[in-house]
């Protein structure tokens, strides 16, 4: 460590960690490590990107730079990294001020050769001129001889700003802090993406992209000494320092509060979103910064919290905003709360907020909802959970709110010594709360009343303005600079369509065949007999937490029953009990509860397996079936008061206070109305798939359009009708199911967890036999065009047959889903069409084999690509890499709770650990032989599912001319 100074060393006895700060001597670069005994390690390179206005400088800059760089001349890194790695993380983020580039192994080979090409990325970028015109945007001629606007970054913002989430959000903090970098949107506004030069991007890079303006997160179990003398030999030693970026500076405040109005493309939202924000406390302050947290789930934690109840009651909108709550990631905390759908003036939303704070101020806040609080965000700590990658993923976040603004990087990331501080306050003033309500919010001047009001032809007008603009430059343009144009659209084809060479793909590390261990992590379970119940144990340490699944099945039912199925699981989960209204049944859950809700679970068995299982309550039907979940997960010592609680909502559930439910009516279409913009691939996918099995047919009725479609239908019901409905199939479900359970945790929660279940839920039974009455899939093979009033760009979808689960064929098949996602797809796709993504992905269970686009700008010409894939054989190298990358996704690591929940739903399907053990084995030895064969039958598959576009009106108009299918219109 002779190149670097350690400047601190801490104990960090919460994360079973020792903190080691150190900085790079030469450079100024800035190092953590939070050294635990976790096998999976992760690396960040983080650096401070305040934007310098709203053309997406920082985010077209983070995909850039791993588009190639000095020591690996490669078209995308990314790509071939993901292609052939043990990753078990690999992304990039564009935040508000920063850019985060994390990545993560548990092979320490893997780990050090992720680092080095992520390190020669943000360092030495090449940063072409064709990089910049694939990645953020460039102008070229289309097929009718109009000037278009294309790239990956600004289709992705499109997508971004077609929900009204999105534009919620960026309002918000655009103008609650314009003196501020965060008046900009480092995203990139699609009408200011066009105002960034080729060359101002590479300025940017110079001025942010340096060891002294970098901070690099490490954690897991590799030595500190190694991971740093490989900084500094492999990645610091030559590297200019650079200069640190000038601190953020903070707003300045107003004297005065203001009201905004902003307007936004219709949909079904009829009236505006309203929300009011306040500008708070710095975010560096460790204990201010919790207490708003705290402060915040008290008002707003649960459906009961007095703010919460009071906006979801008073009628003057129709349900709570997703924006509302704190924000952590600005300079300084943002605190917004509000309601989407307000009819009414803005003004009287505002004063109902205003005074139910001025009261809660005035008489305190109820005891037990700050007790709920504060037993949340313990919980929280306490719970190791992964979200899309390793638990240190969210470790990194919470150190970067403080390092990256002067503090110390544990400063921000440790939780129980700040509570312990905040409780002292809270003994020593016991008001502590209502003075930071006084402070923060109701003397609190730098307050924001925003309407983000909907527009009829707001997006036409965009889009006409964009066209017009495009129209005008093409006027503007001379023989010469057309000639240009189609010769850089050109080149840039000749580019992107040329492979890269033997040389360059040689300069990635890899692993080989030889370093992939075809073994299995086995899941601890044992099942036991509750009173007639049977239940699964899975002995797992989970830090002082129990979890609890109890499933029922719901094929019990009549098909006619399906559709309600999700609003039912939403409401079961939501309403009150006799006696008890709903507000007071969701405060007892958060005193004794982590979390409470139920999902809907569909699946096929493996061919050949059983449909009954053997156990010691008796021999039962369960595999291959559909089931309504209630999960459970509470501290230990609050078990048997969580269990109860189940027991009474599921016995209980009091669905007659018509008020309550109309407004999970309401919330139900917004959350799926919103959800479109963001998700529009799985809802194209499981309708593309619905026709291949009865158990995609259930999803979608579930998940898809038609679960949107239904959605608002019944939000044309009468809630008292609603709630009869509700409460004869909870009666009838009840009456029908029977029950298993699953619980995980420590052997002590286990051995009470069975008696709980032995005393309570005896008598529910064990789980009973399907229904012969089921829902069967439906041929359909024309193209469905779905259009939405608010998407700019779209998503499409094509479903092909697969091969059966326990196959070496199907273990091909997720090779090549992996080989075509990060290879043909990608190019063709992403790079060529410039949508956000493509994927392809086999279901092994239900025999198909599915394709898909994310915020796609031309998805007819997706769907053709789909249908005429041109996949050159493989060869053996290709294959290796792929099958690495393919391992790696096949053993990511999983968190116990995780491993408990996982082990149910593959005894539901049949799995066995041999069958897991085995397509490994398989997917080591493959042959390109196995591989190639793979080609032939997708590329020769036309397709068993419907061809699916989602997209906006004028996209869905054009896919519709092309491919003959007919319009449906969505209610968004």
């Given amino acids: ?141 289309n097929n009718s001889g109009k000037l278009n606007r294309i790239g990956v970054v600004y289709n992705e913002m499109k997508g971004a700003y077609s ?176 309601l989407r759908g307000v009819p009414g003036k803005p003004e009287a939303l505002q004063d109902l907020i205003l005074n139910t704070l001025k009261n809660l101020s005035d008489t305190g806040i109820p005891a037990d909802d700050l007790e709920a609080a504060l037993l949340h965000l313990e919980f929280s700590n306490r719970e190791i959970k992964r979200s899309h990658g390793p638990y240190s993923l969210a470790l990194l976040q919470r150190a970067m709110y403080g390092w990256l603004h002067g503090t110390k990087p544990w400063e921000t990331l440790v939780f129980e010594p700040v509570m312990a501080l905040l409780k002292n306050r809270l003994s020593e003033n016991p008001r502590y709360f209502e003075a930071l309500i006084k402070k923060n919010l109701l003397d609190n001047s730098h307050r924001l009343l925003l309407s983000v009001v909907p527009e009829e032809g707001y997006l036409e007008k965009k889009e006409a303005a964009a066209a017009e603009e495009l129209a005008r430059k093409e006027q503007s343009l001379t023989d010469e600079d057309r000639n240009i144009i189609r010769i850089k659209a050109n080149r840039l084809a000749e580019i992107q369509s040329e492979p890269d060479t033997q040389e360059a793909l040689a300069t990635i590390p890899h692993l080989s065949r030889n370093d992939l261990k075809p073994d299995i992590e086995r899941v601890p379970r044992e099942i036991v007999d509750a009173a007639g119940v049977p239940v699964l144990k899975h002995d797992l340490w989970t830090n002082g937490i129990a979890y609890m699944d109890v499933a029922l099945p719901v094929d019990v039912l009549e098909p006619e029953d399906y559709p309600w199925l999700p609003f039912f699981a939403k409401a079961l989960t939501s309403v009150g009990l006799p006696g008890l209204d709903y507000a007071h049944v969701s405060g007892l859950f958060a005193k004794s509860t982590g979390s409470f809700y139920a999902m809907l679970v569909t699946g096929s068995a493996v061919d050949g397996s059983d449909q009954t299982i053997a156990t010691p309550s008796g021999i039962f039907d369960v595999r291959g079936r559909d089931w309504l979940m209630l999960k459970l997960k509470a501290l230990n010592e609050k078990a048997e008061d969580s269990f109860s609680l189940v027991y009474r909502i599921l016995k209980e559930a009091d669905f007659s206070d018509p008020r309550r439910i109309h407004d999970l009516m309401v919330e139900s279409k917004n959350d799926l109305d919103s959800s479109i913009p963001q998700y529009g691939n799985f809802y194209a996918s499981t309708r593309s798939c619905a026709s291949c099995s009865r158990e995609n047919t259930v999803r979608e009725t579930w998940n898809g359009l038609s679960q949107i479609e239904f959605i608002h239908t019944l939000n044309t019901m009468d809630p008292v009708q609603v709630a009869v409905i509700l409460t004869k199939l909870r009666d009838k479900l009840i009456a029908r199911s029977g029950i298993i359970v699953s619980l995980t945790g420590s052997p002590d929660f286990l051995e009470k967890g069975v008696q709980l279940l032995s005393r309570d839920f005896s008598h529910f039974g064990p789980p009973r036999s399907r229904n012969p009455v089921a829902i069967q899939p439906e041929s359909q093979f024309v193209p469905l065009i779905f259009s939405s009033q608010t998407l700019q760009v779209a998503f499409a979808a094509l479903t092909k047959s697969g091969s059966s689960y326990k196959s070496r064929e199907a273990v091909a098949e997720l090779v090549l889903g992996h080989h075509l996602s990060t290879g043909v797809l990608w190019e063709e796709i992403r790079m060529k069409g410039g949508a956000y993504g493509a994927s392809a992905y086999p279901v092994g269970l239900e025999k198909y084999f599915a394709f898909s686009t994310y915020r796609d ?116």
């Fill in 163 to 338: 929900s009204m989430d999105a534009i919620v959000f960026e309002s918000l903090t655009r103008e609650l802090l314009p003196d501020t970098i965060y008046a900009f949107d480092s995203g990139g506004d699609p009408e200011h993406i066009p105002e960034l030069t080729w060359e101002k991007l590479k300025a940017f890079h110079r001025s942010r992209y340096a060891p002294a303006n970098c901070r690099i997160f490490l954690a897991g179990n590799i030595p500190t000494e190694q991971q740093l003398e490989f900084l500094d030999s492999r990645i610091l030693a030559d590297l200019p320092a650079g200069s640190p970026a000038e601190p953020i500076k903070k707003a300045a405040r107003w004297n005065k509060a203001r009201t905004v109005k902003v307007p936004c493309a219709a949909g079904s939202l009829q009236y505006p979103t309203v929300l009011l924000s306040w500008l708070c406390g710095d975010s560096t302050d460790k204990i201010e910064s919790l207490g708003i947290d705290v402060l915040v789930e008290a008002l707003l934690g649960h459906d009961g919290s007095p703010l919460k109840r009071a906006l979801v009651e008073s009628g003057l909108g129709e349900d709570i905003d997703p924006s509302s709550g704190a924000e952590n990631n600005t300079r300084e905390i943002v605190f917004s709360v509000g």
């Fill in 857 to 972: 700008p031309s998805p007819v010409k997706s769907l053709a690509v789909f249908r005429n894939l041109e996949i050159k054989p493989l060869d053996e190298k290709t294959l290796e890499q792929a099958i690495i990358g393919t391992f790696g996704g096949q053993t990511t690591p999983r968190t116990n709770p995780e491993k408990g929940a996982v082990d149910f739903l593959r005894l539901c399907a049949g799995i066995e650990d041999n069958d897991r053990l085995n397509n490994l084995k398989f997917l080591v030895s493959l042959t390109t032989s196995d591989l190639n064969e793979a080609i032939n039958r997708i590329v020769h598959d036309f397709g068993i599912g419907v061809p699916v576009i989602i997209s906006g009106q004028g996209i869905a108009q054009d896919a519709a001319k092309e491919l003959g299918g007919r319009i449906i219109a969505l209610p968004v």
């Fill in 1 to 141: 460590m002779a190149h670097f100074e350690i400047l601190e060393r801490i104990d960090l006895p919460e994360f079973k960690a020792q903190g080691i700060w150190a900085r790079h001597i030469r450079t100024g670069a800035e190092v953590f490590h939070l050294l635990n005994d976790d096998s999976e390690n992760l690396f960040s390179f983080t650096f401070a990107t305040a934007p310098e206005g709203s053309c997406g400088e920082a985010h077209i800059l983070e995909h850039s730079v791993l588009c190639g760089s000095e020591h690996y001349p490669l078209k995308d890194s990314f790509a071939v990294l993901a292609h052939g790695s043990l990753q078990t993380y690999l992304n990039a983020w564009t935040f508000p001020d920063k850019t985060i580039y994390p990545a993560s192994s548990t092979n320490e080979t893997d780990y050090f050769n992720l680092m080095a090409v992520y390190a020669d990325a943000v360092f030495h970028p090449l940063l072409t001129e064709w990089t910049f015109m694939q990645e953020g945007h460039r102008i070229e001629y």
